[in-house]
């Protein structure tokens, strides 16, 4: 079992910068961040195995994702915030090593076996 911790939401006018965190409380294989918005279904936003990253296009300049893995954290860096990036930001993870070439499994909710309790990011315009 793992267990994640995020942290670093908040309230941010357009344009802003905020950074999320989430730290594993053990090894883990590929971790990433989805977003669920109020009426709208959970959406992929980044994810990273090992050192390669992935990237939805709606964050894609703006967001960064990175890892550290002596902390068995990963964040994301957001810059350039709009109101439409307002939501419940979830990290989620994954321990068992599955390679997909194409990158579509790591944009997918379901690869993902263990998830945080979620952080909210509100941006006003």
């Known amino acids: 079992q793992v267990q994640l911790v995020e942290s670093g939401g908040g309230l941010v006018q357009a344009g802003g910068s905020l950074r999320l965190s989430c730290a594993a409380s053990?090894?883990?294989?590929?971790m990433g961040w989805f977003r669920q918005a109020p009426g709208k279904e959970r959406e992929f936003v980044a994810s990273?195995?090992?050192?390669?990253?992935y990237y939805a296009d709606s964050v894609k300049g703006r967001f960064t994702i990175s890892r550290d893995n002596a902390k068995n954290t990963v964040y994301l860096q957001m810059n350039s915030l709009k109101p439409e990036d307002t939501a419940v930001y979830y990290c989620?993870?994954?321990?068992?090593?599955?390679?997909?070439?194409?990158?579509?499994?790591?944009?997918?909710?379901?690869?993902?076996?263990?998830w945080g309790q979620g952080t909210q990011v509100t941006v006003s315009s």
């Open positions: 053990g090894l883990t294989y590929a």
């Open positions: 990273m195995r090992w050192a390669d990253p």
């Open positions: 989620a993870a994954r321990t068992i090593p599955t390679m997909d070439r194409t990158g579509s499994l790591y944009r997918t909710g379901s690869f993902y076996g263990y």
